[in-house]
């Protein structure tokens, strides 16, 4: 049992809520939320958070993890030239060993700054899962099931692997990588398993205008109405990105209850543009975020999506009152859970997990306190992470990380293999 | 003498370039930069960069740091119900006291970002610059000129009171607030100090669109093209925000060497609009960048500036391709000293104060080390500074601040002030 207390408490049980309160913890589980009371159990550790804030940790709603080799490995360039003689080259010569190193340079990342799951896509899954296991990190794939795929019935097989009872450190949800990058054929396979199982379908989709044009050019319609048809989203699921939205895949997601996952620093950086968020939360849209992979964003940090959400919404809108911060950090920590699948992950009450991030309010950004979920979204940065745990671990704390391997022997090997295997 | 040893300089002599070098300082200057010497003289300290990166700290060009005291007070809210309703009944009761509290808070969060000198804007100018005189902090004033100053004639006086000879720790450069908020007369005044001293001057300019018609409306020019005409930029200066310039705004700026400084975070949260940085620069225009306020902003950050011009280019251009991130490392700590007419701070060099950042290289974010400034611009954040030197002096290391007071001394103090004197 861990007992944090002299600190506060953010839960969105009925909108979002700071008050202070102690919380402790029973091995994986939130097991008391409240005053102090009179008398106090034993406890392994006691953790005086001197007036700091717990919340539920930041969920990554979308994101390539591995991708951290190539985080800055090309930018500056034309979204095609990028790609094609960039990305596509250097992801081809990628071996299984490397996806496991340079997962764990990402998880580094995403416990530093608070993230306590991922909604992961790539490739190399038992790897992938391996290094997560090994570092106690919660994630849940999404397949990419595309034209280049050789083994089109792995995905049913990993779908039942990464789904096992029981365990809900690893998940698995089925998915697409996109409808540019897969025939009808497969993405009707992909809806067969999804009726076969009765399970959600996700997809990157309308990310680029050019990509959205061309499938309204192949198919007549617009990725979300194609992949409706399809009976691809007969129960549930959603789409990455979502940039270019228009009024009717806007209304079919709210029909649905699909989930939009933004990505808003993805979208700039690489010029794709703005995704109507404020339109979808208004139409009632289910929205998460993420991060999206670094070799497009190129950091992991759910700050600046957060922050980007917001401001970029107002200047969409032209309306500073637009897009209200308090709703960026519920999509981050408790949406995100939902559309994961992680409901027991989604708030800080008795009985869920106990997936945390606890903020630095001693910090200039962080002063005076007039506001402090404001201060967390328009003036918070990693640096004020002070601690991150996830299934009642502590795997980051005043800078150290409890992830199984030191991070000096992890920069040496990872920086081997680029100075080896890539072409600079 | 401080000795730096086993990193990297960062260095604009020659265009951006990185390079194995120790630096070392003699108090207030750097006094060498080169390889290990075969030997070594004595020094004072001497600190092992385990392959960490120095560069020439970031110039904040535009900021109002005592607003502090408003940071997120009043956010998502229309503007002018901010305005109006919360910062300017606010800002009327403030008192000296509070303006030289607010600043150290905001001296903190520069020195903690990486930031070494300040081009701000606000008033009780004897208080704002006891409290950088006591931090060690180096700034330089904007007079802020408008129709509330019952007394004029103060510009005069302290343009030569913090110009004085032989003192580059504390600077003063003519202005006005606005053109909407200074009349004709006064907007002449000031150039004539202008001309009496034959010094550049300026002011927030173009920020909105309505600020930017309602000027048309009144002169039948816009800000830069009235300003102009009236000999305000006879010699040089610049305007802050320069959002709504249209292609003659920037051909002037041009042609007259004036400074644009962006803040970028600011127009977008007041959805004020988006400076077309990247015309500006095509068209050789000198641009620096700033946070603006952080009532307006909230942080004051400038990895986010030089990450927010670079993605908001690249959107607005519809080109990845847009805005190189190695040009706003330039425009933050090259630039930005130039606007200030610090040129003295301008780069590591020998002879140049030592006004340095240590940016730890050893985080997942930095890694892998493919390309350092783009990792410092597109995944930067204020966790990666170790260390801040500003006149050869270390005012922050490691989560320790070397200003002259506690930190948990002047958060009480900042919230006492909140709690009695502001409206909640």
Redesign the interface.
């Known amino acids: 049992m861990i007992r944090f207390y002299n600190g506060k408490v953010l839960s969105f049980e009925a909108g979002l809520k700071i008050e202070d309160k102690e919380l402790w913890t029973d091995g994986r589980n939130i097991s008391y939320i409240g005053p102090k009371p009179e008398s106090l159990p034993e406890f392994e550790r006691e953790i005086d958070l001197k007036g700091d804030l717990m919340l539920p940790g930041f969920k990554n709603a979308h994101t390539h993890t591995a991708m951290?080799?190539l985080?800055?490995?090309a930018?500056?360039?034309?979204?095609q030239e990028?790609l094609y003689n960039k990305v596509f080259p250097e992801e081809a010569k990628l071996t299984p060993e490397a996806v496991y190193l340079f997962t764990k340079?990402?998880i580094?990342?995403y416990v530093?700054g608070g993230i306590t799951a991922s909604f992961d896509m790539y490739y190399k899954n038992d790897e992938y899962i391996l290094a997560n296991r090994e570092c106690g990190f919660r994630t849940v794939i999404c397949s990419a099931l595309n034209n280049f795929d050789a083994d089109i019935e792995n995905i049913e097989r990993e779908f039942l692997k990464f789904n096992a009872p029981g365990d809900d450190m690893v998940g698995y949800r089925l998915g697409i990588h996109a409808e540019y990058t897969t025939s009808m054929e497969r993405m009707e396979y992909l809806s067969s398993l999804v009726h076969k199982y009765k399970v959600p379908a996700f997809t990157h989709i309308s990310e680029t205008k050019a990509e959205t044009e061309e499938c309204i050019g192949r198919y007549g319609l617009t990725p979300p109405q194609l992949l409706d048809k399809i009976g691809f989203f007969d129960y549930g699921g959603g789409g990455f990105h979502c940039t270019w939205f228009n009024d009717e895949d806007i209304e079919l997601f709210a029909k649905k209850g699909l989930w939009a996952v933004a990505n808003p620093?993805s979208n700039?950086?690489?010029?794709s543009?703005?995704a109507p968020l404020e339109k979808m939360r208004k139409a009632g849209v289910n929205l998460a975020i993420g991060t999206d992979g670094?070799a497009s964003?190129?950091?992991?940090?759910m700050?600046?999506e957060m922050?980007l959400a917001?401001?970029?919404q107002?200047?969409i809108?032209?309306?500073?009152?637009?897009?209200?911060?308090d709703f960026a950090l519920e999509m981050a920590c408790k949406n995100g859970a939902d559309c994961l699948n992680l409901p027991q992950c989604d708030d800080l009450s008795v009985g869920k997990r106990a997936d945390l991030t606890v903020i630095n309010l001693?910090?200039?950004?962080m002063?005076?306190?007039?506001?402090?979920s404001?201060?967390i979204v328009?003036?918070?940065?990693?640096?004020n992470v002070r601690l991150t745990m996830i299934n009642g671990k502590i795997l980051y704390e005043d800078g150290q990380y409890f992830l199984g391997f030191e991070?000096?022997d992890l920069?040496r090997e990872?920086?081997a293999?680029?100075k080896a295997e890539?072409k600079?």
């Open positions: 951290t080799f985080r800055s490995y930018d500056d360039l034309p979204l990028w340079l990402g580094m990342e530093s620093a700039l950086k690489l010029a543009g703005i670094p964003n190129n950091a992991l940090d700050f600046r922050y917001c401001v970029t107002k200047h809108c032209e309306d500073a009152a637009a897009f209200n911060a001693r910090m200039p950004s002063q005076p306190l007039h506001n402090i404001k201060n328009f003036a918070g940065s990693k640096e991070p000096e920069y990872v920086n293999y680029v890539m600079n």
